[in-house]
């Protein structure tokens, strides 16, 4: 099930390097992705690109527009899922305090 309802591109997080590659997180249709952070042209950064509408993110440094799957489809990309960071019946008795 999909909890984000609209596209975006992480423009504003900080750097997400794994390895030797570059990162920028991108929403499309509620799901999260972890792209690499240039754009297969000339390897402009795709994180200060211009979000289209509908599916497409234009390259910042030459203009160029590429479509979300395109770059969604390369062998870099890493799919996000969502995870709950704690369940809060743990948290709740781990922070109990015994007299």
């Excluded at 390097?17 to 992705?33: A, M, R, T």
């Excluded at 770059?71 to 007299?99: M, Y």
Aim: charged share 20%; net charge negative; proline share 6%.
């Amino acid at each position: 099930m999909n909890t984000l309802s609209s596209n975006w591109l992480g423009n504003s997080l900080p750097r997400i390097v794994q390895g030797d590659i570059e990162y920028v997180i991108l929403c499309y249709n509620g799901d999260l992705f972890l792209v690499e952070n240039a754009c297969p042209h000339r390897s402009g950064s795709l994180k200060h690109g211009l979000y289209l509408t509908g599916d497409r993110i234009e390259c910042p440094m030459h203009h160029k527009i590429f479509h979300v799957e395109q770059l969604i489809a390369r062998p870099t990309t890493l799919r996000l899922i969502p995870q709950p960071i704690c369940d809060n019946k743990a948290e709740d008795q781990s922070n109990e305090v015994e007299n």
